[in-house]
T-cell receptor, first 110, second 109 residues
Framework: ETGVTQTPRHLVMGMTNKKSLKCEQH?????MYWYKQSAKKPLELMFV???????ENNSVPSRFSPECPNSSHLFLHLHTLQPEDSALYLC?????????FGSGTRLTVV | KNEVEQSPQNLTAQEGEFITINCSYS?????LHWLQQHPGGGIVSLFM?????KKHGRLIATINIQEKHSSLHITASHPRDSAVYIC???????????WGAGTKLIIKP
């Protein structure tokens, strides 16, 4: 356990489903991130929250909707996804220069 | 050209060999991370470097700020070292990470 907990670890969803990914950290970090890792590609930054405020949205389609209710929790709400959205979704948190990563959610869209 | 370049992309070696993975970058950084990703996904931070050299067990990481280059070494490699090793630099402008493409390492018994 790294200190950043992601649930679920695996998720299979249909294109018409709505689901949410959850990330939780109690490290006292002030920034949280969602990354997407597709097969054989570098990690892509999706969203950044600093002190619960979204500071970065890297042209992510609106079918991905982040929510950061407090500095310890981060959600990624998913709806009407496409098969090409199948990937590993990683959450991370940071304080200054140090980053901690979750174990990821392996998402398959069918 | 990518801002963070890793080499080699793939590396297969025999157990016991000395392994070197390289990372070059072109942006101003405040730190460089070496991370390990096993099949199944989870990423583990191995080192964070701002200068010099760090050692943890059989792993050694070095960085040359002037040359914008870092290396990760594994001594007495073991099959359990098989993983993807990723270099990521922390930009000095906004503390966000720029990722290398990773080096897939396979250690054969």
């Amino acid at each position: 356990e790294t200190g950043v907990t992601q649930t679920p670890r695996h998720l299979v969803m249909g294109m018409t489903n709505k689901k949410s990914l959850k990330c939780e950290q109690h490290l006292g970090h002030n920034a949280m991130y969602w990354y997407k890792q597709s097969a054989k590609k570098p990690l892509e930054l999706m969203f950044v929250y600093n002190f619960k405020e979204q500071t970065e949205n890297n042209s992510v389609p609106s079918r991905f909707s982040p929510e950061c209710p407090n500095s310890s929790h981060l959600f990624l709400h998913l709806h009407t996804l496409q098969p090409e959205d199948s990937a590993l979704y990683l959450c991370a948190s940071s304080q200054d220069k140090g980053y901690t990563f979750g174990s990821g959610t392996r998402l398959t869209v069918v | 050209k990518n801002e963070v370049e890793q080499s080699p992309q793939n590396l297969t070696a025999q157990e016991g060999e000395f392994i070197t993975i390289n990372c070059s970058y072109s942006v101003g950084i405040s730190a460089l991370h070496w991370l390990q990703q096993h099949p199944g996904g989870g990423i583990v931070s191995l080192f964070m470097l701002s200068s010099g050299k760090k050692k943890h067990g059989r792993l050694i990481a070095t960085i040359n700020i002037q040359e914008k280059h870092s290396s990760l070494h594994i001594t007495a490699s073991h099959p359990r070292d098989s993983a993807v090793y990723i270099c990521a630099v922390l930009m000095d402008s906004n503390y966000q990470l720029i990722w290398g493409a990773g080096t897939k390492l396979i250690i054969k018994p």
